[in-house]
T-cell receptor
Framework: EDKVVQSPLSLVVHEGDTVTLNCSYE??????LLWYKQEKKAPTFLFML????IEKKSGRLSSILDKKELFSILNITATQTGDSAVYLC?????????????FGKGTLLTVNP | DAGVIQSPRHEVTEMGQEVTLRCKPI?????LFWYRQTMMRGLELLIY????????DSGMPEDRFSAKMPNASFSTLKIQPSEPRDSAVYFC???????????FGPGTRLTVL
């Protein structure tokens, strides 16, 4: 069974801090790893990672995947209060039309002014 | 595009009643997913469809749950009879083919008294 473990479970920082969120996974056949941001509504897509060592970047957010060590990190620099949310990591297996995502429990990030 | 549309947004019902949740995926997307999110178990996949055909329903908790997709623009998730432990937020998501992320709807918050 595929498994995703995120750490820390929660994190409180001050505006301007840099944070690193961790995601480790076990999957039978790996296709991709995805990061989502969830405020008090639906998860919204951040990144999809398929290759090791290639950083994906969007503004102050960036993410990288290590397929050898089976983990990914999500970095947020110069945090803002609007970054407060639950950040979800998910893995997608490879195999025909198998697109069954397995999600971690998420990291609750609180950014205080 | 309006995104994934779900209805109702909130549903409060009494134990034993039938509950029907509705979803309209993004036009052109050929995959549709139903998820359930609770504090204890996080975000779990219940069932997903490809071109209106159920592909994997291994996450459906028991026979009280059923899902249909009569056409490319509509799906339902039905719980009959409902129980208090079914209280959760139910999300519908859709995606287009391989290599693309899933887009989530706003969710239906279900409370079973």
């Amino acid at each position: 069974e595929d498994k995703v473990v995120q750490s820390p479970l929660s994190l409180v920082v001050h505006e301007g801090d840099t944070v690193t969120l961790n995601c480790s996974y076990e999957v039978t056949n790996f296709r991709s790893l995805l990061w989502y941001k969830q405020e008090k509504k639906a998860p919204t897509f951040l990144f999809m990672l398929t290759s090791s060592g290639i950083e994906k970047k969007s503004g102050r957010l960036s993410s990288i995947l290590d397929k050898k060590e089976l983990f990914s990190i999500l970095n947020i620099t110069a945090t803002q209060t609007g970054d407060s949310a639950v950040y979800l990591c998910a893995v997608e297996p490879r195999g025909g039309s198998n697109y069954k995502l397995t999600f971690g429990k998420g990291t609750l990030l609180t950014v205080n002014p | 595009d309006a995104g994934v549309i779900q209805s109702p947004r909130h549903e409060v019902t009494e134990m034993g009643q039938e509950v029907t949740l509705r979803c309209k995926p993004i036009s052109g997307h050929d995959y549709l997913f139903w998820y359930r999110q609770t504090m204890m178990r996080g975000l779990e996949l219940l069932i997903y469809f490809n071109n209106n055909v159920p592909i994997d329903d291994s996450g459906m908790p028991e026979d009280r749950f059923s899902a249909k997709m009569p056409n490319a623009s509509f799906s339902t998730l039905k719980i009959q009879p409902s129980e208090p432990r079914d209280s959760a937020v139910y999300f519908c998501a859709s995606k287009e083919g391989a290599g693309n992320e899933q887009f989530f709807g706003p969710g239906t918050r279900l409370t079973v008294l």
